[in-house]
């Protein structure tokens, strides 16, 4: 069984670009959640997506962005980026269809901004 | 505010000791508690989970749970310098929301 799968693995981007990531999960798991983790920091939850709906969501401002495909393949963009965004972009796979279902991490996109 | 707490750490175990790592929690609905490891550089991997009061053992480790002062612990039997890293605490809450605690550095000494 394949595990969840993060691309690109590493990114460089300069100041007010923008960034899209993308997060393949584990099969038949429809829950993917995006998180930042800068060093360290622990995890700093940005948002879950559900069966393509965004189901819970953090309080990062609204220059972050996320959506989920058909086939529980999520994206995540960051619009006009800033310094500080430069961090550790996580997502996390889950079945997500009950309370006792554990996270898998996909193996990280590391973004740089200049 | 739904939180989770822990103690940041650094944690400093001698080798062949054991680790003893706490979580607390403020929902008194949480239902399952998740332990990850965490190598620096690296993504969180599970270690264990738990649904029901007392303690549950894998190996070399052990979470205990008590949700009626809301806390739940990972002990670490024998402890080896390859089990340095950061460990992170999570709590299911309401709708399916994971909540994280922002972890404690475990520091294995030969």
């Known amino acids: 069984k394949a595990g969840v799968t993060q691309t690109p693995r590493y990114l460089i981007k300069t100041r007010g670009q923008q960034v899209t990531l993308s997060c393949s999960p584990i099969?038949?798991?429809?829950?993917v959640s995006w998180y930042q983790q800068t060093p360290g920091q622990g995890l700093q939850f940005l948002f879950e997506?559900?069966?393509?709906?965004?189901?819970n969501k953090g309080n990062f401002p609204g220059r972050f962005s996320g959506r989920q495909f058909s086939n529980s393949r999520s994206e995540m963009n960051v619009s006009t980026l800033e310094l500080g965004d430069s961090a550790l972009y996580l997502c996390?796979?889950?079945?997500?269809?009950?309370?006792?279902?554990?996270?898998?991490f996909g193996q990280g996109t590391r973004l740089t901004v200049v | 505010q739904k939180e989770v707490e822990q103690n940041s750490g650094p944690l400093s175990v001698p080798e062949g000791a054991i680790a003893s790592l706490n979580c607390t929690y403020s929902d008194r609905g949480s239902q399952s508690f998740f332990w990850y490891r965490q190598y620096s550089g690296k993504s969180p991997e599970l270690i264990m989970f738990?649904?029901s009061n007392g303690d549950k053992e894998d190996g070399r480790f052990t979470a205990q749970l008590n949700k009626a002062s809301q806390y739940v612990s990972l002990l670490i039997r024998d402890s080896q310098p390859s089990d340095s890293a950061t460990y992170l605490c999570?709590?299911?809450?309401?709708?399916?929301?994971?909540?994280w605690g922002a972890g404690t550095k475990l520091i294995i000494k030969p």
């Open positions: 997506y559900f069966s393509e709906t965004q189901r």
């Open positions: 099969s038949g798991h429809r829950s």
């Open positions: 999570a709590v299911n809450v309401g709708n399916y929301q994971l909540i």
């Open positions: 738990i649904y």
């Open positions: 996390a796979s889950r079945d997500g269809r009950g309370l006792n279902t554990e996270a898998f």
